[in-house]
T-cell receptor, first 115, second 112 residues
Framework: AQSVTQLDSHVSVSEGTPVLLRCNYS??????LFWYVQHPNKGLQLLLK??????LVKGINGFEAEFKKSETSFHLTKPSAHMSDAAEYFC?????????????FGRGTSLIVHP | EAQVTQNPRYLITVTGKKLTVTCSQN?????MSWYRQDPGLGLRQIYY???????DKGDVPEGYKVSRKEKRNFPLILESPSPNQTSLYFC???????????FGSGTRLTVV
């Protein structure tokens, strides 16, 4: 079984300040982990992924995430927020067992960026 | 351009009138999936398909059907839509567990 918890439903930051979106997961197997972004009235776009290579993963638009196995976390960060970062962000855990592939989505974190 | 194409983008229908939402991908992905997105509930998987003629239920399959006769197409069928199926629907495709999804732009369905 697998699960993912996004610890904040909303995060509010000022433009130019750091962003931290928190994600904890549980999995019986070695997981693949992803972050997606959804802008209003748009589909989801893959930001970055962790698949058992480097634990610090760089994604698009200046976002990064660090896989910490001991803390079962995969938090998303960005050094300096931009107005265009305002969106919904989803953390996803995925494992492959017995040929099946069922990703589990977190409930999302809404990032609000103030000017 | 690599993409997942869903149609229609918006649909308003009446209770009980059968409808189909189409989904097509041009990336030769084996894995395809349907999700619904509702406020406060995030994305929930309806059905998924590992390959042609191979489909299985996700978390919320009741009231939906799918088929996978060709690799590129994965239509979602609502035989008798009800108001509780009013939602935002996404189709997605993937090469596999390590690759992540490519999502369609979504279909906003309203059942009255």
């Amino acid at each position: 079984a697998q699960s993912v918890t996004q610890l904040d439903s909303h995060v509010s930051v000022s433009e130019g300040t750091p962003v931290l979106l928190r994600c904890n997961y549980s999995s019986s197997y070695s997981p693949s982990l992803f972050w997606y972004v959804q802008h209003p009235n748009k589909g989801l776009q893959l930001l970055l992924k962790y698949t058992s290579a480097a634990t610090l993963v760089k994604g698009i638009n200046g976002f990064e995430a660090e896989f910490k196995k001991s803390e079962t976390s995969f938090h998303l960060t960005k050094p300096s927020a931009h107005m265009s970062d305002a969106a919904e962000y989803f953390c996803v855990v995925s494992v492959s067992t017995q040929g099946s592939y069922i990703p589990t989505f977190g409930r999302g974190t809404s990032l609000i960026v103030h000017p | 351009e690599a993409q997942v194409t869903q149609n229609p983008r918006y649909l308003i229908t009446v209770t009980g009138k059968k409808l189909t939402v189409t989904c097509s991908q041009n990336m030769n992905h084996e894995y395809m999936s349907w999700y619904r997105q509702d406020p406060g509930l995030g994305l929930r998987q309806i059905y998924y398909s590992m390959n042609v003629e191979v489909t299985d239920k996700g978390d919320v399959p009741e009231g939906y059907k799918v088929s996978r006769k060709e690799k590129r197409n994965f239509p979602l069928i609502l035989e008798s839509p009800s108001p509780n199926q009013t939602s935002l629907y996404f189709c997605a495709s993937s090469e596999g567990v390590s690759y992540g999804y490519t999502f369609g732009s979504g279909t906003r369905l309203t059942v009255v």
